[in-house]
């Protein structure tokens, strides 16, 4: 028999601490890493329901609430994400519809909408969302395959290597930052691009607390292309289970006629390739029905388009559309300052 528990803290637990930490295929946004993560942050949180079966743990769904907008009313912006989720053992269906039904029960009316984000491994085909409520969206990736070698991924990415030339031709070097010295300079790149954006961007503490709970393990670390021993762009990589994800990524607007960011993504890919990962995940792509600068930028890079496509679940609708016009009014005030 099937039952669902809800944690937002899982520390002691060592039964599902164990069953995370074994599971070959889970990805990092489904951890404890996370759960710990939005639970520190300023206008997050997050929850994880654990699925049994005559008391054997068989899935687990972790859950991150948002209330990023301070400056509006939470119950216009609060919204639940669900990254690479719900993750079932061997991909049990049974395990993943217990688990979104019992979410939908426990979250009721606390969120305007869940939106879930799938990761190329997950195993929950489309008919165990719609079942359960969820409209599909179609929505694209692209994977690098890293155990084809460094020469094949070199080979595949033909559109940009001459950026990648020029970018060391013009003196731009790759490695791991400073933490110490340059964490503050990382954050400044990316908050310059989402200001341009008008897109909410985790504030410093975030990430700061993300180093705090990965980095020492190797799973959250910060590459950067340097000019002249200066940080002039960044990839926020998380590195888990034979995955790089690109979390977050971008350089200096005035930097970019040197190709930071071509070759930073592609000395990431090199780092996985000579470090045993299998697979560059590029994060995501957009709708594939709208035009979107990145997914062309991604495009080059010779990677596998997938289309993961992503979920979405209306709990209060009337708000759903009142939403839409306050996150623009947002961005307004976002654009004034």
């Not at 995501?284 to 289309?307: M, T």
Request: glycine content about 10%.
């Amino acid at each position: 028999m099937h039952k669902v528990e809800v944690y937002n803290d899982i520390n002691g637990n060592f039964e599902l601490m164990e069953y995370l930490r074994s599971s070959v295929d889970i990805s990092v946004f489904q951890t404890k890493y996370f759960l710990d993560l939005y639970n520190a942050t300023k206008g997050l949180e997050g929850i994880m329901l654990v699925c049994k079966n005559d008391g054997r743990i068989t899935g687990v769904l972790l859950v991150q609430i948002q209330d990023y907008f301070s400056s509006l009313p939470g119950f216009l912006t609060r919204r639940a994400v669900i990254i690479g989720g719900p993750y079932t053992t061997d991909g049990d269906l049974e395990s993943a519809q217990v688990l979104l039904k019992e979410y939908r029960t426990y979250i009721g009316k606390k969120v305007i909408y869940t939106q879930v984000r799938r990761l190329y491994q997950n195993g929950i085909d489309n008919n165990t969302f719609t079942e359960n409520g969820y409209t599909y969206y179609d929505h694209l990736n692209f994977i690098v395959s890293l155990t084809e070698g460094e020469e094949m991924c070199w080979k595949n990415m033909y559109p940009k290597r001459r950026n990648v030339r020029k970018a060391k031709k013009e003196g731009v070097e790759f490695t791991e930052i400073d933490y110490d010295r340059d964490m503050d300079r990382a954050y400044d790149i990316l908050e310059n691009i989402y200001k341009r954006a008008r897109l909410p961007l985790p504030e410093k503490k975030y990430f700061e607390k993300a180093l705090e709970l990965m980095g020492k393990e190797g799973i959250f670390r910060v590459f950067g292309g340097y000019l002249e021993s200066n940080l002039i762009g960044v990839i926020y990589a998380l590195c888990y289970k034979g995955i790089i994800y690109e979390w977050y990524t971008g350089s200096y607007n005035e930097f970019l006629n040197v190709r930071p960011n071509d070759l930073i993504i592609w000395e990431t890919i090199r780092y996985g390739i000579r470090n045993g990962y299998r697979i560059f995940d590029f994060g995501g792509a957009g709708n594939p029905n709208k035009e979107y600068g990145v997914r062309d930028h991604k495009k080059k890079f010779g990677g596998i388009e997938i289309n993961t496509g992503r979920f979405e679940l209306v709990h209060k609708p009337m708000i759903m559309k009142i939403a839409g016009t306050g996150f623009r009014i947002w961005q307004m005030m976002k654009g004034r300052k």
